[in-house]
């Protein structure tokens, strides 16, 4: 089956450094991919949506200046946690869609913990 | 308030016995319905996804089912083993331009020998 990536696994950083976060679709393009952060024992709350080419749309009360999402390829989204704090250490996942999103198969990346000192 | 509602929150059965968990939406208009199964610290894996016209799908020992009248689907887990204990998450998507999938809190589910 279709395959998303993500790097890294785990990142550790200081307060008030910045960390990217890697997304890529393996074997398919995707020109849609979406990121979002889990709470222990909560499920996935939805970031942003990433358009190949575009900027991407936020969900309310996310900060675009402090997640920055780019979509340069078909098969890479990267989300940057600028100026990083505490309280940003969460588990962030992608995914991507062989198609429209609402209709084609989803695939989630592994994800990638952050903790931030 | 959340327009995918899953229940129960969590539960614990034992190794062997079967289970099943509920998902109820209010998602209009309705495109499709998702099951995945998330372990601990890993991305979700898809186990079923339905459209409209579909009303039962399997995965192994994984039985979804779909009501698109009553806006319900259900997760049938057969004969469970220690390796189904996981969050189960139901997502459902609606005919919306901007793709927007709206995903259910999940059911912890935890298998004990």
């Known amino acids: 089956g279709a395959v998303v990536s993500q790097h890294p696994s785990r990142v550790i950083c200081k307060s008030g450094t910045s960390v990217k976060i890697e997304c890529r679709s393996l074997?398919?393009?995707?020109?849609?991919m979406f990121w979002y952060r889990q709470f222990p024992k909560q499920s996935l709350m939805l970031m942003a949506t990433?358009?190949?080419?575009?900027?991407?749309?936020?969900e309310q009360g996310v900060e675009k200046d402090k997640f920055l999402i780019n979509h340069a390829s078909l098969t890479l989204s990267t989300l940057t946690v600028t100026s990083a704090h505490p309280e940003d250490s969460s588990f962030y996942i992608c995914s991507a869609s062989d198609g429209r999103a609402n209709t084609g198969e989803l695939f989630f990346g592994e994800g990638s913990r952050l903790t931030v000192l | 308030k959340n327009q995918v509602e899953q229940s129960p929150q969590s539960l614990i059965i034992l190794e062997g016995k079967n289970c099943t968990l509920q998902c109820n939406y209010t998602v209009s208009p309705f495109s499709n319905l998702r099951w995945y199964k998330q372990d601990t610290g890993r991305g979700p894996v898809s186990l079923t996804i339905?459209?409209?016209?579909?009303n039962t799908k399997s995965n192994g020992r994984y039985t979804a089912t779909l009501d698109a009248d009553t806006k319900q689907s259900s997760l049938h887990i057969t004969a469970s083993q220690l390796s189904d204990s996981a969050s189960y998450i139901c997502v459902v998507s609606g005919w919306y331009n901007d793709y927007k999938l709206s995903f259910g809190a999940g059911t912890t589910v935890t298998v004990r020998a």
């Open positions: 990433s358009n190949e080419g575009s900027k991407a749309t936020y």
């Open positions: 074997d398919f393009q995707a020109t849609t």
């Open positions: 339905m459209t409209f016209s579909e």
